[in-house]
T-cell receptor, first 117, second 115 residues
């Protein structure tokens, strides 16, 4: 089946530093990748949609200058949390849509736990 | 504005019985509905989906029912097994900007199957 990986699986950083999270589709090509964040006991909230080779589309209320998304290839998207603060601590999950699969099917990565001290 | 709602944060069911998880939505533009299963510190895994033009879809022990007039869907698991214990998310699909379908998730329901 389609596999999506994320790296790192967890990261702890100091306030003010930047953190990069990678999302890779391992056995399929993904024209579209999505980035979500999940706070404890809450829903997954879509942050942005990224299409390969073009600028990401951010959901309302998500700062594009703080959460930089790069989708440079059909198998890799990165999310960089710039100048991270404790309130950015969350579980970040990416998903990817297979070019050849069912129209609405998204495959999710295992998530990255970010803790900002 | 919570467009997809799962009003039961938790549900406990005896092994072998039926588990029924409910989901309500408000946006009539949603055209596809999906259920995901999620374990702690892992990404969601797809379970079953249903198009808005259907009212039932069945896959093994899992059946999803859609009532468009009530804007309500439910996931039935029968018989329930201990391995089904997880958080279940209902999600609805809608066309976003750039023509990509995007998912809107409910808050999740924690299902516990008791032996």
């Amino acid at each position: 089946g389609a596999v999506v990986s994320q790296h790192p699986s967890w990261v702890i950083c100091k306030s003010g530093t930047s953190v990069k999270i990678e999302c890779r589709s391992l056995d399929f090509q993904a024209t579209t990748m999505f980035w979500y964040r999940q706070f404890p006991k809450q829903s997954l909230m879509l942050m942005a949609t990224s299409n390969e080779g073009s600028k990401a589309t951010y959901e309302q209320g998500v700062e594009k200058d703080k959460f930089l998304i790069n989708h440079a290839s059909l198998t890799l998207s990165t999310l960089t949390v710039t100048s991270a603060h404790p309130e950015d601590s969350s579980f970040y999950i990416c998903s990817a849509r297979d070019l050849l699969a069912a129209f609405n099917e998204q495959f999710f990565g295992p998530g990255t736990r970010l803790t900002v001290l | 504005d919570q467009q997809v709602k799962q009003n039961s944060p938790s549900l406990s069911v005896q092994e072998g019985r039926i588990s029924i998880l409910n989901c309500d939505y408000t946006n009539s533009m949603f055209d596809y509905f999906l259920w995901y299963k999620k374990y702690p510190a892992e990404g969601p895994t797809f379970l079953i989906s249903i198009s808005s033009i259907k009212d039932k879809n069945e896959d093994g022990r899992f059946t999803v029912f859609l009532n468009k007039s009530a804007k309500h869907l439910s996931l039935h698991i029968v018989p329930s097994q201990p391995g089904d214990s997880a958080v279940y998310f209902c999600a609805a699909s809608v066309m976003g900007v750039q023509g990509a379908q995007k998912l809107v998730f409910g808050q999740g329901t924690r299902l516990t199957i008791n032996p």
